[in-house]
């Protein structure tokens, strides 16, 4: 596998992880640095690491994922996109607003590595198709670390689009965000079940 081939494929995983940031962005209309720098850091370490995972686990583990992993990744976005949504319309004054997307909202800790894993599924995917490309230890590193940085790079290009577009709409983009999250996970699932 090349050096461009690899690249292709970091920026074709990362697209997930822009979405899913750019969600967040969206709800957040601001920085709020911690939590963000967390997320740009698990989204690349899950891919890069899903990645490795789904080299070194090979053609066994991919029977036990393959058959139900676009469903986990539907399963978790849909219910992340959900509660976004829920805590929109369930929220009543501007107080409670602001203090739910700062502190209860979706850049939670537990929420953030459910996002990172429900966009890293396909990773794990390219990692068994690795396995099977017999790649040595370097390759797999330096792709692995490709693919992470990528992912990385995209997470902050999407949380900053995010809050960009989130400060200029005025209506509550809190439940725009949960409705991306919900059709990301939708994307997934047809593609997968079109593949079979």
Same mark, same amino acid.
């Given at each position: 596998?090349?050096?461009?081939?690899?690249?292709?494929?970091?920026?074709?995983?990362?697209?997930?992880?822009?979405?899913?940031?750019?969600?967040?962005?969206?709800?957040?209309?601001?920085?709020?640095?911690?939590?963000?720098?967390?997320?740009?850091?698990?989204?690349?370490?899950?891919?890069?690491?899903?990645?490795?995972?789904?080299?070194?686990?090979?053609?066994?583990?991919?029977?036990?994922?393959?058959?139900?992993?676009?469903?986990?990744?539907?399963?978790?976005?849909?219910?992340?996109?959900?509660?976004?949504?829920?805590?929109?319309?369930?929220?009543?004054?501007?107080?409670? &607003?602001?203090?739910?997307?700062? *502190?209860?909202? @979706?850049?939670?800790?537990?929420? #953030? %590595?459910?996002? !990172?894993?429900?966009?890293?599924?396909?990773?794990?995917?390219?990692?068994?198709?690795? &396995?099977?490309?017999?790649?040595? *230890?370097?390759? @797999?590193?330096?792709?692995?670390? #490709? %693919?992470?940085? !990528?992912?990385?790079?995209?997470?902050?290009?999407?949380?900053?689009?995010?809050?960009? &577009?989130?400060?200029?709409?005025?209506?509550?983009?809190?439940?725009?965000?949960?409705? #991306?999250?919900?059709?990301?996970?939708?994307?997934?699932?047809?593609?997968?079940?079109?593949?079979?």
């Amino acid at each position: 596998m090349t050096l461009f081939e690899i690249i292709v494929l970091a920026i074709a995983l990362a697209m997930d992880c822009f979405t899913v940031s750019i969600a967040c962005g969206l709800s957040q209309k601001k920085i709020v640095r911690t939590p963000m720098i967390s997320m740009i850091l698990l989204f690349g370490i899950f891919q890069g690491g899903m990645t490795w995972a789904g080299w070194y686990g090979g053609s066994l583990f991919s029977h036990i994922v393959q058959p139900v992993d676009h469903w986990i990744a539907f399963a978790l976005l849909t219910y992340l996109g959900s509660k976004m949504i829920y805590e929109v319309y369930a929220t009543h004054s501007k107080e409670e &607003a602001e203090c739910s997307t700062c *502190n209860k909202g @979706l850049l939670r800790t537990k929420n #953030i %590595i459910t996002m !990172a894993v429900a966009t890293s599924i396909d990773a794990l995917a390219v990692g068994v198709s690795f &396995a099977f490309l017999n790649l040595e *230890n370097n390759d @797999l590193y330096g792709a692995c670390l #490709i %693919i992470a940085l !990528a992912s990385s790079l995209f997470t902050l290009l999407g949380l900053g689009l995010g809050i960009f &577009a989130g400060k200029r709409i005025k209506f509550p983009v809190e439940a725009l965000g949960g409705l #991306i999250l919900i059709g990301i996970g939708v994307k997934i699932l047809i593609e997968h079940l079109s593949e079979a």
